[in-house]
Each structure stands twice: as structure tokens, then as C-alpha cells.
């Protein structure tokens, strides 16, 4: 919940009229066409905290990476290996930068997820991030998010499937539990770059637990969250080609030392993700 997208306007899609359909679609994971996958990932999230006697404190985080996705299968089933390629991001505490990283703070190592055809079903491992970087890309949630989950299979127009996602990160000092429940549905086909691609619309709900240790202070925060996304998928190639997502919460923080606890957290995320060729 403390990673959100830049609106950047060479990210946004483009839609063109429904394409009618030949036969019916799949929409499920294979080894895709394009192995390894390059993809960009722009968030922004703004958390805005309310305390005593008017006191508000605003942070904005954001983020423009880019990541290599592969695909191979072994004997047990299918992997997806991230490699973080870049990175620009700038925390801002009210309009003040007090954190910044660059392509300089990329760990080495990949992060390998176990996959099914609906998706990514478990993390295997993650690499090792720098404290600065962990405020950015704080855990498995961030790899998870280049997987939507799929129905697995053919899928007529208008099907619906539901999955409930769990998701901990860690990093910065920081731990955060995550449970998701995402509704999704598909809901049309559009043309984009003379690609044929199926659109999946997907609303869900969150909750977010977070507790550890920031700049020595100790922090709980509790939030409750709901959001929608657009899913474009290239059935063809079997990837993703982009997927849109707002996600708005709101809650409670502690921060004892800072003597604040129960203040009201409001939270607004807002993220792109795209293949880049």
C-alpha cells in the first residue's frame, strides 16, 4: 500500500473500437512469445495523515522501474523470473524530497515465483534490497503485480472469477500483511498497436496491515481499502500487455513516539503497468 503509479502520458492505452470475436478466448499463462518480457511500472501513492489540533502530514512516493519477466517450466511446472532492470523514485514528506534512488541501488538477483496458468501462485524468493530501495519496492507484492490473476482457461464474454490474494512484504524495517479479495470479469476486446487484446475489469477490496520501525520510531498502521483496474491481454502472445489500478484506503496509525495514535491515514495509490518493446 506505500507503492502507486506516475501519470505519465506515453503510458497511457489507447483503446480503439470492440473486435469481434473468432473463436473463444483463453486467458490463461504459458511460456509467451516474447521470453524474456520488458515491462515499465509507474505508481505514485500519496498517504496523508491527520493529528491532533490540526496538524496533517502529507508523503508522496513515486516510482518509475523497469523489469525483465521470463518464463520457463521445469519439472515441477512453470517459474517467472524478475530481474529489476532500472529504477527513479523520490519520497516527498509535504514538498520536501527526503529520499531518493536511482538505477544504482538495483540488486543483482531476480525473484523466481512459482506459476500456474492462472497465475503467480507462490513466491519462491526475492532478492535482497537496500534499505533505500525498500522504501520503494518493499516486498513480493511488487512482482506479484506483473501476474493478474487469470480465469486459467477459455472464458466467455461476461465470466466472472474471484480469488482472494495474501501478500507480505518486508523491508525498510518495515513489515506489511496483505489480503486482497478481486473480482474480475471479461468484458470486451479493443485493438491497440494493430494487436488484437482482451480486456478484463477487475474491482476488489483490501486490508493492510503494517507495522516495524521507521526512522527509530515505532509505527502500526491499519488500513481498509477498495479499487478497480483494466487488465488488456494478449492472448496471442500469452502476456499481459497493460493493466491500470487505483486503489483508494483509509484507516488508523500509531506513531507513540510521535504521540500519535489512532490518527486517521487516508491512502490514494495509483499504478501502470506496460510492455515496452
Do not use: K
Amino acid at each position: 500500500m506505500r507503492r502507486c503509479i506516475v501519470a505519465l502520458s506515453f503510458l497511457a492505452v489507447t483503446a480503439c473500437a470492440s473486435a469481434p470475436r473468432a473463436t473463444v478466448p483463453t486467458l490463461a499463462y504459458a511460456v509467451p512469445a516474447v521470453n524474456p518480457a520488458s515491462y515499465v511500472v509507474a505508481d505514485t501513492t500519496t498517504v496523508v495523515v491527520r493529528g491532533g489540533r490540526g496538524r496533517t502530514l502529507s508523503t508522496t512516493i513515486g516510482m518509475l522501474a523497469r523489469a525483465a519477466v521470463g518464463m520457463h517450466v521445469d519439472s515441477v511446472g512453470m517459474l517467472a523470473s524478475i530481474r529489476l532492470e532500472s529504477v527513479d523514485g523520490t519520497f516527498l514528506a509535504g514538498d520536501s524530497a527526503t529520499s531518493r534512488v536511482d538505477s544504482t541501488s538495483v540488486p543483482s538477483g531476480a525473484a523466481l515465483l512459482r506459476m500456474s496458468r492462472r497465475g503467480a501462485d507462490s513466491t519462491m524468493s526475492v532478492p535482497a534490497l537496500d534499505r533505500a530501495l525498500s522504501r520503494f519496492i518493499s516486498g513480493e507484492s511488487f512482482y506479484h503485480q506483473l501476474f493478474p490473476r487469470l480465469p486459467g482457461g477459455a472464458v466467455t464474454p461476461g465470466m466472472a472469477w474471484t480469488d482472494t490474494l495474501r501478500l507480505n512484504d518486508e523491508g525498510a524495517g518495515v513489515q506489511s500483511r496483505i489480503e486482497s479479495i478481486v473480482s474480475s470479469s471479461l468484458v470486451a476486446d479493443s485493438v491497440v498497436d494493430g494487436r488484437t487484446l482482451r480486456v478484463v475489469v477487475s474491482r476488489f477490496t483490501t486490508r493492510v496491515e503494517v507495522s516495524g520501525i521507521v526512522d527509530g520510531l515505532q509505527v502500526d498502521q491499519r488500513l481498509v481499502g477498495s479499487g478497480e483496474a483494466t487488465t488488456l491481454w494478449d492472448e496471442s502472445a500469452s502476456l499481459m500487455y497493460s493493466r491500470e489500478e487505483t486503489v483508494t484506503a483509509t484507516g488508523t496509525i500509531d506513531l507513540p513516539g510521535a504521540g500519535l495514535r489512532s490518527a486517521p491515514v487516508e491512502s490514494r495509490t495509483r499504478r501502470v503497468v506496460r510492455i515496452q518493446p
